[in-house]
């Protein structure tokens, strides 16, 4: 995580890890869930790649329903199922591989960069903001959003706005980026010193990866959590 991302140039275009890994992560999200969850779908006898997505779409079902409580909520579920996975899959994709190569990181969790976290959150909010307006008109989004329950609020709610999209980024991408790092300082530990301290590395590294992968998974969560609480307050305002 630490230093240089830069894989290559193309047309004079910089290729970093984290653009790298982004697309390796869409790439298995779509091999996982069209290619190999989705084939040879059964009502009655349901394959067990079958089980877990109709399991993901569920725990989403539950996330969604608990956050917004009209019938509008169905619309949401793909929304959240998607977000679900991209994360946890980008969450993941950067534990099993540390790798630098002339100064460059060379594999890395994509959501680890801030520009990667931050993009993912602003499009929640602008999202939030476009079902807002569609669902009660420009003017009225704006009174409602903004100028309720007095207009001298409104630059302090203009000022959440900015909040909400900072915080939602910046939860992912510090708990992220701080699992990678301290998962290279680690493997410096175990690599840079004496043979002897492999014996304390390596089983180090194992446990802190492990706690790096629940720590993914609950990031994932919590963030399609909160996406799903800004959602609710657009829509049902």
Do not use: C
């Not at 275009?13 to 869930?33: D, G, K, P, Y």
């Not at 669902?135 to 007095?150: A, C, D, I, M, N």
């Amino acid at each position: 995580m630490e230093g240089n991302t830069r894989i290559l140039e193309f047309f004079g275009i910089t290729v970093s890890a984290e653009v790298f890994n982004s697309l390796l992560a869409t790439l298995i999200i779509s091999v996982l869930a069209i290619v190999w969850m989705t084939r040879n779908l059964s009502v009655e006898n349901p394959s067990k790649p079958q089980l877990v997505l109709e399991w993901i779409y569920n725990f989403v079902k539950g996330i969604v329903g608990g956050s917004i409580h009209s019938p509008r909520a169905q619309r949401f579920q793909l929304l959240g199922m998607t977000l679900l996975i991209l994360i946890f899959v980008a969450n993941m994709i950067g534990l099993p591989l540390l790798l630098t190569i002339g100064g460059y990181t060379m594999w890395t969790s994509p959501t680890g960069d801030v520009s990667v976290a931050f993009t993912i959150a602003l499009m929640v909010i602008i999202l939030s903001h476009m079902l807002g307006v569609e669902r009660q008109g420009t003017k009225g989004y704006f009174v409602k959003s903004y100028l309720e329950p007095l207009s001298a609020l409104a630059p302090i709610n203009l000022i959440e706005e900015f909040t909400n999209s900072l915080t939602l980024a910046l939860r992912l991408y510090g708990n992220i980026f701080a699992g990678g790092v301290l998962l290279g300082i680690i493997a410096d530990f175990a690599t840079s010193y004496q043979p002897w301290t492999w014996v304390v590395g390596i089983p180090l590294q194992m446990v802190w990866q492990g706690f790096s992968g629940f720590l993914g998974a609950i990031q994932a969560y919590i963030f399609v959590t909160l996406a799903m609480v800004y959602m609710a307050n657009k829509v049902e305002n």
